[in-house]
């Protein structure tokens, strides 16, 4: 029962799939980010069956094809961790000092840099799925989930900014001991999954547990921690640099 309001924590709030109600409290977010990286496994099991789908009916439109593949994740997800990538954008390319940049983040406006950035990564995005050739489908279902798994290890092992009320509230409640072990032994699952799969996947494990590790150091350089916004940026271009690496090397 603990983990199904997890689940169904993780999944109402991260994204928009129809979940029963339940309190945003205490004993339901104490093991939601373990739920967390399913919503990646999700989104990568539709990406694989629209694949396979469009496979099967021999669909001759591979640029609405790439189009719909990226369109996937940010349906499924709402949308949240690309807001996230766009206040941080805002933020980071302003170049003020930091009580400045937490003031952007929080502001509803969308700036220019923001739409410049998101255009680029639709784009290149885009096409990277227009120009992958012959998709592991094990690897794509596997990099939605390890940039889910990355995300909440985050949560669990880094600082937090004093300005980022939601994600001290899932710190918090969370039962860290327990959290942490399970999230590790899921990273351990993923990246033995990503090492088996060839060049392809230990390129796509590389670049996420770098991205990682810049993250952490980024995040503590400009806001004394990781935040919301911080958090869904990572996500995103996480996600962006492992398709890369599945799309340019053969």
Same mark, same amino acid.
Request: one cysteine or more; aromatic letters at 10%; hydrophobic letters at 55%.
């Given at each position: 029962?603990?983990?199904?309001?997890?689940?169904?924590?993780?999944?109402?709030?991260?994204?928009?799939?129809?979940?029963?109600?339940?309190?945003?409290?205490?004993?339901?977010?104490?093991?939601?980010?373990?739920?967390?990286?399913?919503?990646?496994?999700?989104?990568?099991?539709?990406?694989?069956?629209?694949?396979?789908?469009? #496979?099967?009916?021999?669909?001759?439109?591979?640029?609405?094809?790439?189009?719909?593949?990226?369109?996937?994740?940010?349906?499924?997800?709402?949308?949240?961790?690309?807001?996230?990538?766009?206040?941080?954008? #805002?933020?980071?390319?302003?170049?003020?000092?930091?009580?400045?940049?937490?003031?952007?983040?929080?502001?509803?406006?969308?700036?220019?840099?923001?739409?410049?950035?998101?255009?680029?990564?639709?784009?290149?995005?885009?096409?990277?799925?227009?120009?992958?050739?012959?998709?592991?489908?094990?690897?794509?279902?596997?990099?939605?989930?390890?940039?889910?798994?990355?995300?909440?290890?985050?949560?669990?092992?880094?600082?937090?900014?004093?300005?980022?009320?939601?994600?001290?509230?899932?710190?918090?409640?969370?039962?860290?001991?327990?959290?942490?072990?399970?999230?590790?032994?899921?990273?351990?699952?993923?990246?033995?999954?990503?090492?088996?799969?060839?060049?392809?996947?230990?390129?796509?494990?590389?670049?996420?547990?770098?991205?990682?590790?810049?993250?952490?150091?980024?995040?503590?350089?400009?806001?004394?921690?990781?935040?919301?916004?911080?958090?869904?940026?990572?996500?995103?271009?996480?996600?962006?640099?492992?398709?890369?690496?599945?799309?340019?090397?053969?």
């Amino acid at each position: 029962m603990i983990f199904l309001r997890a689940i169904i924590t993780a999944f109402s709030t991260y994204s928009i799939i129809p979940m029963p109600g339940l309190d945003f409290k205490e004993e339901n977010l104490r093991y939601s980010l373990c739920a967390f990286p399913l919503i990646g496994s999700l989104i990568g099991l539709i990406s694989v069956l629209f694949l396979y789908l469009t #496979d099967y009916f021999a669909f001759d439109m591979p640029l609405l094809k790439a189009a719909i593949l990226t369109f996937i994740p940010i349906w499924i997800s709402g949308g949240i961790h690309l807001d996230g990538f766009m206040d941080t954008v #805002d933020a980071l390319s302003s170049h003020l000092p930091r009580e400045e940049k937490e003031r952007i983040l929080k502001d509803p406006n969308v700036g220019a840099f923001a739409v410049i950035h998101l255009s680029l990564l639709l784009i290149l995005t885009l096409s990277i799925w227009h120009g992958m050739k012959a998709p592991d489908c094990i690897l794509i279902i596997a990099a939605y989930t390890q940039s889910r798994v990355l995300s909440a290890l985050a949560l669990v092992f880094f600082p937090v900014s004093k300005k980022s009320s939601l994600l001290k509230t899932y710190s918090q409640a969370s039962d860290l001991l327990p959290v942490r072990r399970i999230l590790i032994m899921l990273e351990i699952i993923i990246a033995a999954i990503m090492l088996l799969r060839g060049i392809r996947g230990i390129a796509a494990l590389l670049l996420s547990l770098l991205s990682f590790i810049y993250y952490r150091h980024r995040a503590i350089k400009e806001f004394g921690g990781i935040n919301g916004d911080m958090a869904g940026c990572f996500l995103t271009l996480t996600e962006f640099l492992m398709l890369a690496a599945f799309s340019l090397i053969p």
